[in-house]
């Protein structure tokens, strides 16, 4: 067996099975993606829209594609067409792009509002103020093919556990802020992506629903 189904083996004994497991598949060959799918494995995350297209082209149909970057307004007509979810929703402008090229393709794309709660300026994502600003909006209550299933967030890259936790309970607190003002009666606001590698024990912890989890299944990120 291969080192990557090992990893795989091991780290799905340790999921709840509630947990949905995103293997980031990012600078990774077809070859390593496969071993994986092998496994039994579908759900594959990826974090620019022009390394996941021939990707997608190059590999089996019923893999569930999520979007786990940083993703440009100008890039959402390629992945539209298959996308399971887009988790890095940061702004109204790609939220109106993603309802445009849903219409095109007529489907209905499932996204999540990425929140920012670390630290690091470098970091993307929506304040919950701009948040509940996007939700309450005319605009918003027009989109037919988007459909929001909850949030995303990154924690500070940075050893101290006291602090990703405390970022991770922000998300939740924020989900459930969310939940309560508007989406009460729909059960499919029920997502909290939260995790990678380093910290998915902690994410798992306070709540995560979704963990992004890449180096520990498939070894160190090739550059």
Request: glycine share 4%; proline share 2%.
């Amino acid at each position: 067996m291969s080192k990557i189904a090992d990893n795989y083996n091991e780290l799905i004994t340790e999921l709840p099975a509630h947990v949905i497991l995103v293997a980031v598949s990012k600078t990774k060959t077809v070859d390593e993606i496969m071993e994986l799918y092998n496994c039994g494995h579908r759900i594959f995350g990826e974090s620019k829209a022009q390394e996941l297209l021939p990707k997608y082209e190059a590999l089996p149909k019923d893999i569930n594609w999520h979007m786990v970057g940083h993703l440009q307004s100008n890039k959402v007509k390629y992945i539209a067409p298959f996308i399971k979810l887009i988790h890095s929703v940061d702004s109204f402008k790609l939220l109106k792009t993603i309802n445009k090229e849903a219409i095109k393709n007529d489907r209905i794309i499932d996204c999540l509002f990425q929140i920012h709660i670390a630290d690091e300026e470098s970091k993307f994502g929506l304040d919950i103020s701009e948040t509940i600003e996007i939700l309450e909006s005319e605009a918003f209550k027009k989109m037919k093919n988007i459909r929001i299933r909850g949030l995303m967030g990154m924690a500070t890259f940075t050893k101290d556990e006291q602090k990703i936790r405390k970022e991770f309970k922000q998300l939740r607190f924020d989900f459930n802020t969310l939940k309560n003002k508007f989406f009460q009666e729909d059960d499919s606001f029920n997502q909290r992506s939260m995790g990678m590698s380093d910290d998915w024990p902690v994410a798992i912890g306070e709540g995560s629903t979704i963990v992004r989890i890449g180096s520990s299944l498939f070894g160190e990120r090739d550059t």
